[in-house]
């Protein structure tokens, strides 16, 4: 079973993916692929380089990510240049993880870890989405505790996601992750049991 996990920034993607995970799912985290693509040697490397030039290579030839990141950041045009060249490359590496742990088992259930599942589309490909979900108060303070960043700072950050009100409308599951660890745990849990649910019944219908 292939489902996709996504959320907004800080609000506990990757804390709830290492619960699955401690649950016996396998997960894939896009952003580790992000980087791995853009490694040199890595697939999307050269691409890269070419469309945003040298100075985004520091003096070891790597990817310096946060001047990357500061060119597209406000630049919709080169944030669209961008996604066309690395999605891809994550997406032929993901596919073949996918195929490496299917390889070695058929019961697995995978969890893609992918921020923008929802605004690129990408959720349709998933036997279903579980959208992580936190409270944007709570979220706000997260960030500023996370990035050392002021209120203002993680307001605009905030501002160029869809909003997480928006993405609810596309999951199957959602966990709640507003609360305590504990909180979280249990929720996981409960999602995990329907999860278990539904793969029964698929296997039962094919």
């Known amino acids: ?18 619960m699955f995970e401690r649950l016996g799912c396998y997960t894939i985290d896009t952003d580790i692929l992000s980087r791995r693509v853009m490694f040199p040697g890595g697939m999307a490397y050269p691409m890269v380089v070419d469309a945003f030039g040298v100075d985004i290579v520091d003096s070891e030839g790597n990817i310096d990510r946060a001047v990357l990141r500061k060119i597209v950041f406000n630049d919709d045009a080169a944030r669209k240049r961008l996604e066309e060249i690395v999605h891809p490359a994550i997406l032929k590496t993901e ?49 500023m ?23 609810l409308k596309y ?13 979280t745990e249990k929720d996981v849990k409960r999602v995990f049991d329907l999860i278990i649910l539904m793969k029964q019944a698929m296997r039962q219908k094919s």
């Not at 489902?3 to 290492?18: C, D, E, F, P, Q």
């Open 95 to 143: 596919a073949r993880l996918v195929g490496e742990i299917k390889g070695k088992d058929d019961r697995a259930i995978i969890l893609t870890q992918a921020a923008l599942c929802v605004e690129t589309g990408a959720y349709t490909r998933f036997d279903g989405l579980i959208v992580v979900y936190c409270e944007p108060e709570e979220q706000l303070r997260r960030l």
């Open 171 to 183: 999951a199957d599951f959602v966990v709640n992750n507003s609360g305590t660890q504990e909180e």
């Open 145 to 167: 505790n996370r990035d050392n960043i002021t209120r203002e700072e993680a307001e605009k950050i905030i501002r160029t996601q869809m909003p997480i009100d928006e993405k």
């Open 1 to 18: 079973m292939y489902l996709g996990l996504t959320g907004n920034i800080a609000g506990g993607k990757t804390t709830v993916a290492k």
